[in-house]
């Protein structure tokens, strides 16, 4: 299907045509088209144009309302204050657009694709080998993920990277003791069971802490250490055979998390570290003769004016070390240069802690420097903040040390499982659909509370809060879907269908209005990578759905005409919540 113009674009194209009329010379003027609290809509553009044009601002208003065609669309249209437009659009153009949306049987909802879409390479969920994955760990999973279904959902080519930590001085330590002690891997599962991935990290952090206790202890041990991460850098077989059991192990956990966050993680979308190992001594190669890094101090270093330490000095970028090691900035501009000569995307994007933004601005503007950044390829870091406690402090266990993200999902589920329960019997839920729901729940509360706030900003996890029936959370907007669903199976044989020919309420137009504007904050929010935008809109979606109940009933409507508009109004918005939902990585049970 045909994507469906916006009621907004209706508007801002015959009120552009009027503008036009009125001032000839006003070439592609903009009417400045907003949602208004005084009308449906308000144009604001008319003060400058008038400014510009040294005209009466309320005269020039005057002849641009002489001008506009009302009847289909624009209902009504009058100037106000010093010069704004208030426009009024009719019931009946309210409901036709609406339609036109729910006909559409691809699920899009009207919504068009992006007019020239591009490649994405978005660089997210970035565990680390051997390492038990954390609360740090969340918001770059479920920002990376929510940017990802919302890129794709506007038609753009997305290129998933997760840049695990699976390389580094560590691994010497631990494959030397594995080595030693062959057994410390062995699962305890039988053949016939998978191994779960409660049971590969429990391996791997019993054996991490051994390898470091010995390492610490022993300094004959710490010396047959070193000398292995000299042989995994060279690529021994047999060292190599051992790091990737490691990654191996690692993966099986990591994916059990991913799982866990309701989240799919594709095996060859992971490279990490290591995968550009090949590259790093060519990146230098390259940055050195052209002049954009230099050596200091046997070191080859990237120098910027703006960047300096507390003692006023340059800090610069380090990408080889004085001893020939590598460090992360030249993993960093290999992966760049991969991502953008090998995969040819225009835009890197990296959801990364925004304590790292002083690190990502200077391997951006290296490789700007180098020219594998520019004008037609952008990178950009999409940082976020900190998961606090509720005492507004980091995220930490009792004992001060960073919690387990499997621990704060299972809390979560535990938490919501309970919610879904005590409304259990009421719905008739089996215990089936009790624990399913609980999980749909507790995962989405999760992933709700950081999504609806801006990625930028620090925010307190508070399961309480999350779970709550009440309030800006998932919960409320996952009972507003099955409430809608309970009245679409209470309706019997009375159908959804859209009447233009009926007035509406003013719960029924400001329900609508607000539906409509769903592909224009599908594209705000694609353009900005800002899915806290999105969790807004529906959010408000939700809170007029609660007015529109409270105000207009449906089951009990006062004809079958008005009872099937208003089915297919309430249906149209659970189909939103659903896609919208779904976007942000959440899931809508039919009942709870």
Known sequence: MASVTSLSDSVQQRLAAALSAALPDADSADPLLRRSDRADFQA???????????????????????????????????????????????????????????????????????????????????????????????????????????LEFTGESVVRRHHIGDWGTQFGMLIQYLDEH?????????????????????????????????????????????????????????????????????KIYFFSVFEKLDMEIRDPDIVGESGYNDMLAETCRLLEESGVAVRSEGALCVFFDDVKGPDGQPVP???????????????????????????????????????????????????????????????????????????????????????????LLDEAIDRATSVVREKAEKVGLTEEEIVENGRYVGIGAVKYADLSTSAVRDYKFDIDQMVSLNGDTSVYLQYAYARIQSILRKAGDARPAAHPELPLAPAERALGLHLDQFAETVREVAAAYEPHKLAAYLYHLATLLTTFYDQCPVLKADTPQQRANRLFLVDLTARTLHRGMRLLGIRTPDRL
């Open 44 to 150: 604001n553009g008319i003060l400058a144009l008038a400014k510009k044009a040294k005209a009466n601002p309320r005269e020039l208003a005057g002849e641009v309302v002489s001008q506009v065609v009302t009847g289909d669309v624009i209902e009504g249209i009058e100037v106000s204050g010093p010069g704004f437009l208030n426009i009024t659009v009719g019931d009946g153009a309210i409901t036709r657009n609406l339609a036109q949306r729910y006909a559409d049987e691809t699920g899009r909802l009207g919504v068009p694709h992006a007019p020239d879409p591009g490649t994405t390479v978005i660089d997210y969920a970035q565990p680390n080998v051997a390492k038990e994955m954390h609360v740090g760990h969340l918001r770059s999973a479920v920002i990376g993920d929510a940017v990802v279904q919302i």
């Open 182 to 250: 062959p057994h410390e891997l062995d699962h305890k599962a039988d053949d016939s069971t998978a191994v779960s991935g409660e049971e590969a990290m429990s391996n791997l952090d019993r054996l991490y802490k051994a390898a470091r206790g010995l390492f610490d202890s022993d300094e004959e041990f710490k010396t047959r250490a070193r000398r292995r991460v000299v042989d995994l850098q060279a690529g021994e077989p047999n060292t190599l055979a051992t790091w990737q059991r490691f990654v191996d192990e690692s």
């Open 317 to 407: 970028l380090i990408v080889q070390k004085s001893d020939g090691g590598y460090g992360y900035a030249a993993t960093d501009l290999s992966a760049i240069r991969d991502r953008v000569f090998n995969l040819k995307a225009d835009t890197l994007l990296y959801v990364v802690d925004a304590r790292q933004s002083l690190h990502f601005r200077m391997v951006f503007e290296t490789a700007r420097r180098a020219g594998w950044l520019n004008e037609d390829v952008k990178a950009q870091q999409l940082a976020f903040g900190t998961v606090l406690g509720k005492d507004g402090k980091p995220f930490k266990t009792r004992a001060g040390e960073t919690v387990r993200l499997v621990d």
